[in-house]
């Protein structure tokens, strides 16, 4: 059993956050427990944005992966300056009438449940026994975890952790708290960190030749997906969709409703979402070309020699870049974070615990699993093994799953992983922690049946707008000097029968 930690800060207040606080607190174990927030308030990625999104300017940094590099710290603390212009990537991924794609059961913890409020759009296209909720159900969700039994009380909102560093015993955090035309600054110390501050933020786009100068003729024309706020910005547009996982699908198919027509899909010789296909692409309106070769004024050109003008916007759903510009010495490569025991434990230093760093995947659930063994091992309470073990583990998961993001990714052997993170955690004190039950089958289940429901829905709308294109051609297809001849035919038949 390791040392138990008296003071502990918490980075970050999304769902992996809210429910971290409250497997710390049930420990009754610390003196001190301080949440940072970045934000204005709890939610995480599920916080909508009151303010227009900001143009993406720096696509160099971006495709390099280096756009989130510390903060210059000031030389003397506390200190007060003029608010930072540097971008830290903070806003929301939220457009009005986003859906949750995950099923209710596969994404609640266990102990509390999230609420049967069912937006009339979800249960027109699944039924009224849904299992997708509204954004705003789900940010309500969190706020709740929250702030039960005075949990607020320990956040400090719209403050940033700048710096995580160890120092002899203890972590020295440096803090930013951004007023409205200052920053303040100050220091606090702890004797443990949990990371719960999530690796999707920071957007990735890669380099493509002209796709600066044409964002820079006209500023806005490029987004990630994550500044996407809606179908209505692109109403007669002409849009074209980088990428083939969840966000692109997503994306493409709802601008289908509002862009020029087709809408232009970078799909072909890329990997589609290994949960949810290639249906969403499968759309009549939908035209799927190769990658991008280049871009000359608003031409786009593609590999395989095709090219599309008169290119209003373009769109990016290729996903994040994992940054950690608060911890220096603790390594980003290739999209994850290494040395992470069970994606929990950090292996040189166990009195930094990550929870939330997976892939897609049984999320918000797999969190709680974490949170109890990070919020133990913290206290004490767990027997880690040796270190030539935890390093093994990493190793032969390097070997199966490869050195990149698949190494994070949990599907398919949750089972195997919820159970092992329990075994770890134990039981804890007596009457104490949060109790953590044994893999529930029927969570993986809901999870694919709800992936299920989504194919299904696409290939619904799809087959009805095939067929309503297909109509529309007949009504409005010119008829052939042999239609007129057929028809002639028949009037005369039916002439004779009379």
Not at 395 to 401: F, G, Q
Request: proline share 7%.
């Amino acid at each position: 059993m390791g040392q138990a930690k008296r003071r502990v800060a918490v980075i970050g207040t999304g769902p992996a956050g809210a429910i971290t606080i409250d497997a710390l607190a049930q420990e009754k174990a610390f003196d001190l427990i301080r949440v940072f927030e970045r934000r204005e308030g709890p939610g995480g990625c599920w916080i909508g944005d009151g303010t227009p999104p900001p143009h993406i300017s720096d696509l160099a940094s971006i495709a390099e992966r280096t756009a989130d590099p510390p903060v210059a710290i000031p030389e003397s603390l506390p200190a007060q300056t003029r608010k930072s212009p540097q971008p830290r990537f903070t806003e929301s991924s939220i457009y009005p009438y986003l859906e949750t794609n995950v099923h209710f059961l596969a994404m609640q913890f266990t102990q509390e449940p999230i609420p049967a409020e069912l937006s009339e759009w979800s249960k027109g296209i699944h039924g009224p026994d849904t299992p997708f909720r509204h954004w705003k159900v789900l940010r309500r969700y969190v706020e709740s975890l929250i702030e039960r039994h005075g949990y607020q009380d320990l956040v400090s909102y719209s403050t940033t952790v700048e710096r995580a560093e160890k120092v002899g015993e203890e972590w020295k955090l440096t803090l930013r708290k951004e007023g409205k035309d200052w920053d303040y600054w100050w220091v606090e110390w702890f004797d443990a960190v949990v990371v719960a501050s999530g690796h999707y933020a920071v957007p990735y786009i890669p380099q493509i030749q002209g796709l600066q100068e044409f964002e820079k003729a006209r500023p806005g024309s490029v987004i990630h997906s994550k500044h996407f706020r809606g179908r209505q910005a692109y109403d007669g547009k002409r849009v074209v969709v980088v990428g083939a996982s969840v966000s692109a699908a997503d994306i493409a198919y709802d601008l289908v409703n509002a862009a020029l027509l087709p809408v232009y899909a970078v799909v072909i010789g890329h990997n589609f979402n290994s949960y949810f296909g290639d249906e969403a692409f499968n759309h009549p309106s939908i035209d799927k070309r190769p990658s991008i070769s280049r871009i000359d004024g608003r031409t786009v050109h593609f590999v395989d020699g095709s090219s599309v003008p008169d290119v209003d916007s373009i769109i990016f759903g290729t996903g994040y870049t994992w940054t950690l510009p608060f911890l220096p010495e603790v390594e980003v490569r290739n999209n994850r974070v290494p040395k992470l025991y069970q994606h929990v434990v950090y292996q040189e230093d166990p009195s930094l615990v990550f929870v939330g760093a997976v892939g897609a995947g049984l999320t918000f659930k797999i969190f709680e699993w974490q949170a109890v063994l990070a919020a133990r091992v913290l206290a004490g309470r767990v027997a880690l093994p040796p270190v030539e073990e935890q390093e093994r583990w990493e190793t032969e998961r390097i070997k199966d799953r490869g050195d990149g993001p698949k190494f994070t990714l949990v599907f398919p052997d949750f089972e195997g992983y919820f159970n092992k993170v329990r075994e770890l955690a134990g039981p804890g004190e007596k009457g104490l922690g949060r109790q953590l039950p044994l893999f529930d089958q029927a969570w993986y289940t809901s999870f694919m049946a709800g992936h299920e429901l989504r194919k299904e829905m696409w290939k619904r709308l799809n087959a009805k707008a095939r067929e309503e294109i297909q109509n529309e051609q007949s009504v409005t297809k010119p008829l052939s000097v042999q239609d007129i001849q057929d028809k002639d035919q028949s009037a005369i038949d039916l002439q004779a029968k009379l």
